[in-house]
């Protein structure tokens, strides 16, 4: 699946198609997002926004109770600083989020959406490096 995508055609099927067709793991969870499991462990969830014409990528991350939101808050702006390309977000007091965002107005290549995703996802591997505190994960 090479050839490049119109806009009209973006859609999760045809994303979770392009997936599989570059050799990776998906499924579907129960929101319909598509889900893509990378072998380090990192979970991308892939959501189309067919109205504003937009690719979200996101992965969620536990973070352990016993640390205040200031100490949350202060990693997530801190991965912010450091990391490039995705957005993180303290989205409650046990969930960290990180989200990448691209627009397909006018169609885009197969190539494109993989390459997007494994950046994303080479991102993502960086938070637990960067956790000095320890903050992401489980109780």
Known sequence: MYEAL???QVSVDVLERVF???FLRTERDTDGDLLVRDESGINTFVRVDSERKIVTFFSLWGLKEEFPE???????????DQLVVVRFTVRSPRVL????QFLYAGGMSPITIIAAYRRFVSVCREVPR???LGIVGTD
């Open 97 to 100: 989020w990180c989200d990448h």
């Open 20 to 22: 599989q067709a570059a």
């Open 130 to 132: 960067r956790d000095m």
């Open 6 to 8: 119109s806009e009209d």
């Open 70 to 80: 200031g100490e949350k808050l202060r990693l997530a702006n801190e991965l912010n």
